[in-house]
């Protein structure tokens, strides 16, 4: 059956909780990871899936299905989490995160698990693709949408421009962009590495329908993603989501920026404790 | 680079051709009217170019499927990416650009976002090898190499406007991503004489011969059947096998008719001689432990080639009618 009763807040909120507890179980298995973009996006995936998302995760090929495109790849830790949580994966495999034959690659792959459309990983990929499968949507007059998942970093890729450029062009106002904008990329500051502001303006020169939200607030990504649905306007949409690199964890919120976490067993343990703390509280 | 001379300014009809040698009919569009032909039944078979639909002959689609043409602008990389989503929801798109700039241009595009997930895309190269005068920018002496080395990928130079209908109807059939090169504009009818049947991964010997066998691919092969019938008014026997799927590579027939005794082993193509169709035969013949009277390459030096008018640079690389055969009788 498709979805048809979407989350809202208090349930979201519990939901984006696991989320970020099976990042975690993941990370842990590798003793490193992306695991700081994980439980920075956690909410966004869990309102994007639970919320937002017209889908059935026993049937990923159905037809009518919403589309999701994780164009960062190294993101599969986060995508893997809430595939899990919203019923594609059972929780059980999550120990086999990044291990040889594991359906659960460390760089998100289409062939590989359940609920992925395509392989990312070189990044660009993303928008393009959307533009294509919003194409081929619109030819079929399936009403579906194309949600298209990628990071800050990402924005300095030309054939993302390109896709934006076509996306308006061809009035595709069926692909929901989504941004990660957590400021972090592989070499440092994404603002300093290659800075893409102002954002919001250069979307909406190209076309687009644009929100920017905080992306750790979960009614405020509820409405963001109900504009960008029931959007009347022939145009794109684009969410572009503020989110705090290890949102959840303390300690990993606080320490020093880092697009990759390396840690020790014991850091884990402390990880878990201060996820369950920030629940609780 | 060039030495000066006092001939007169070549036309631009010589800059850019099909290369039709003398005596050949020809067909236009040969596959802009066969895409037409397979799309009146097929509503899957989608179109799409980057700015080039009228040099790669499917506006001749485009004009008469308005409405299942997609027009990307010069932006190939996102041509190659979209073409692999529209695949993904079902459809079957043919994405055509000149040859340079599906290889060189779009490679990561076509390997991850079409190759690797088995994205049913027939990717269309104009301009093959040195089919224009326009410089590097626009000789594809590269692409088969490039795109050899992609998985997942076949691989396919025709050699006229026979092999380009045929090609294209059995890409359509094929379940999977194909690269193939074209010949556009008016082009050659060579193959109709010689009982010959495209298949994909399929070589076909087009003539027997006891000194030479020319294995060939694209229109080299129509250059090594016009070079075996001038060799043969010298008494030189010349076999033909010619082999338009450059992968998968037809290695039995290659073997087959390479360890024949006795005759020199020449491979033609329109390309440069590193990682096309000879050293590919090279490799075959090497694994297999097969060891050929000779071996000699007629292909395309590794070097950025000259501009200027085809005829001219056909004779100046050696892939020209004329200077084929007196290679082949040099190295005889």
Redesign the interface.
């Known amino acids: 059956m498709s979805q048809t009763n979407r989350l809202h807040n208090s349930d979201l909120a519990e939901r984006a909780y696991r989320v970020r507890r099976n990042a975690l179980i993941m990370a842990e298995v590798q003793g490193q990871g992306y695991i700081a973009q994980a439980l920075g996006v956690s909410d966004v995936l869990a309102v994007t899936y639970l919320h937002a998302m017209t889908h059935r995760p026993e049937q990923p090929e159905w037809e009518d299905r919403d589309r999701f495109l994780l164009s960062v790849g190294h993101y599969g830790i986060a995508h893997y989490a809430i595939l899990t949580e919203a019923g594609y994966l059972p929780e059980e495999e999550l120990v086999t995160y990044g291990m040889d034959d594991s359906r659960l690659p460390m760089s998100g792959m289409y062939h590989y698990t359940p609920g992925a459309e395509m392989s990312g990983g070189s990044i660009g990929l993303g928008l393009p693709m959307a533009v294509g499968m919003g194409l081929g949507l619109k030819r079929k007059e399936n009403p579906a949408f194309v949600y298209a998942f990628m990071g800050d970093g990402e924005l300095a890729e030309g054939p993302t421009w390109e896709a934006a450029i076509s996306a308006a062009h061809y009035k595709l106002d069926n692909i929901i962009a989504i941004v990660d904008f957590n400021r972090i990329q592989a070499d440092g500051p994404s603002m300093s590495v290659m800075s893409t502001e102002p954002l919001i303006e250069k979307f909406q020169a190209f076309g687009f329908h644009v929100q920017r939200v905080n992306g750790n607030d979960l009614p405020a990504l509820v409405e963001a993603f109900d504009t960008a649905r029931n959007h009347t306007g022939a145009q794109p949409r684009i969410i572009i989501c503020d989110t705090k690199l290890g949102s959840g964890v303390d300690f990993l919120e606080n320490r020093e920026k880092s697009h990759f976490v390396r840690m020790d067993g014991d850091d884990w343990k402390r990880a878990h404790a201060a996820l369950d703390a920030w629940r609780a509280a | 680079m060039n030495v000066p001379t006092n001939k007169a300014p070549v036309a631009a009809a010589t800059i850019m051709s099909s290369s039709v040698d003398e005596g050949y009919p020809t067909r236009m569009a040969p596959f802009g009217h066969k895409l037409v032909e397979l799309a009146r039944h097929r509503p899957e078979i ?1 179109g799409m170019s980057a700015d080039l639909a009228k040099y790669t002959d499917i506006h001749i689609f485009a004009q008469a499927y308005p409405d299942r043409f ?1 027009q ?2 010069m ?1 190939e ?2 041509m ?12 079957i ?1 043919f994405a055509t650009t000149y040859a340079t700039f599906a290889a060189r241009r779009c490679y ?2 076509i ?3 079409v190759a ?3 994205a049913n895309v027939k990717f269309i190269g104009g301009l093959p090898g040195l089919t224009t005068g326009y410089g590097p920018s626009h000789q594809a002496t590269d692409d088969l190499a490039i795109f050899r080395a992609m998985p997942n990928l076949t691989v396919i130079d025709p050699c006229d406007a026979v092999d380009v209908e045929q090609m294209t109807e059995a890409v359509a059939d094929h379940k999977g991503p194909v690269y193939m090169r074209i010949l556009r504009g008016a082009v050659p009818v060579v193959l109709d004489e010689y009982n010959y049947r495209f298949q994909i991964g399929k070589a076909a010997l087009l003539r027997g011969g006891r000194d030479v066998l020319v294995i060939s691919t694209g229109f080299m092969t129509m250059r090594a059947l016009d070079a075996a019938k001038d060799l043969q008014k010298d008494s030189v026997d010349v076999a033909v096998l010619h082999v338009p799927t450059l992968k998968p590579l037809d290695e039995v027939a290659i073997i087959r008719e390479a360890q024949r005794p006795g005759r020199l082993v020449v491979v033609a193509e329109n390309h440069s001689e590193i990682g096309g169709l000879g050293e590919a035969v090279a490799g075959s013949l090497m694994r297999a432990g097969v060891h050929p009277a000779g071996f000699r390459q007629i292909a395309l030096p590794d070097a950025f080639l000259d501009a200027g008018s085809l005829p001219v640079l056909q004779d100046r690389y050696g892939i020209s009618r004329r200077v084929m055969g007196d290679s082949i009788r040099r190295w005889l």
Request: charged share 20%; proline share 4%; no cysteine.
């Open positions: 989608l997609y990307m602008g932006s990389q996102l190659a990416t979209a073409a692999g989503g529209l695949a993904k929801e079902g459809f798109p990561d595009f390997s991850q976002g690797e997930q088995d």
